[in-house]
């Protein structure tokens, strides 16, 4: 997936990351390309989750490098990298509790230098709308069900129109209706805002379904990347994830 026109918009290219003895990532490299869903798959504990926090400056790594476009992130605050249209969604969901549904939504706004308050209400109202929770606009995000505080989540990613979306387990759990309005609105925010997204997901049909490049990490290394119907016919990912009973 190198862009001809230019460099990818994200690019990890050996990227190691050690807890203690426990080698997390081992050498991870690929590239995720602009207007792109990339699936990333592989058995529980072999370092997607930590990916995920090396890209958006929560772990730092001992080696190798991350760039967002031309510009190396290694060491950039998760804050700082916001700002920079990196955005991210948790393994459990996280919302704001105590504030409002469209609180929640202002709260990405308020590192921005220059807000708007009507710009900032019209994009909260627009992106309630868009997961379908324009009704609880009012509600405190703790009276909300699970699935609808992952709506939530996926919609505040949004508030700032990030080039990327980094998301963490968002189908786990969740309620089959729910699920389909979160594809549904992946899908949306590709075509529409042409952003992309790295989802990491158990959920292994639905992720093929969904993603143009698909990677599947085995004890910290790339065992395979490519398209996803390649990949989950891979000799290493059968191996070394779903074939394991
Ligand atoms: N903060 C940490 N301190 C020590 N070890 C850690 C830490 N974070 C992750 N690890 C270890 O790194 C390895 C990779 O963990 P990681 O959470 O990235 O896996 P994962 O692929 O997200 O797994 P799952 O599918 O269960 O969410 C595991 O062995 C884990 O125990
Ligand atoms: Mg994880």
């Not at 203690?20 to 792109?36: H, P, T």
């Not at 990333?40 to 001992?62: A, E, F, Y």
């Not at 070394?240 to 009973?245: A, H, N, Q």
């Amino acid at each position: 997936m190198s862009g001809a026109e230019g460099p990818p918009l994200l690019a990890i290219d050996a990227v190691t990351k050690r807890f203690g003895g426990v080698v997390a990532l081992n050498g991870v490299s690929f590239q995720l390309e602009a207007n792109k869903v990339v699936g990333l798959i592989g058995p529980n504990g072999s370092g997607k989750t930590t990916l995920l926090n090396v890209i958006n400056g929560v772990v730092s790594s001992d080696e190798g490098d991350v760039r967002l476009g031309e510009r190396s992130i290694v060491g950039r605050r998760p804050s700082d990298l916001a700002a920079n249209g990196l955005s991210r969604t948790f393994q459990t969901a996280r919302v704001f509790n105590t504030l409002t549904v469209v609180q929640n939504l202002f709260v990405p706004l308020l590192h921005q230098q220059t807000l708007e308050r009507s710009k900032a209400t019209a994009r909260a109202n627009e992106l309630l709308t868009f997961v379908g929770l324009e009704r609880h606009a009012g509600h405190t995000a703790s009276e909300l069900s699970g699935g609808q505080q992952r709506l939530l989540e996926f919609a505040r990613a949004l508030v700032t129109h990030p080039k990327l979306i980094l998301m963490d387990e968002p189908f786990a759990g969740v309620h089959p209706e729910i699920k389909k309005v979160l594809i549904r609105c992946i899908r949306e925010t590709v075509q529409k805002e042409g952003a992309s997204f790295l989802i990491v997901s158990h959920e292994v049909p639905d992720l093929v379904n969904m993603s143009d490049f698909m990677v599947c990490l085995v004890e910290g290394r790339v065992a395979a990347s490519g398209l996803p119907s390649a990949v989950v016919h891979d000799e290493k990912v059968i191996e070394g994830y779903l074939g394991r009973g």
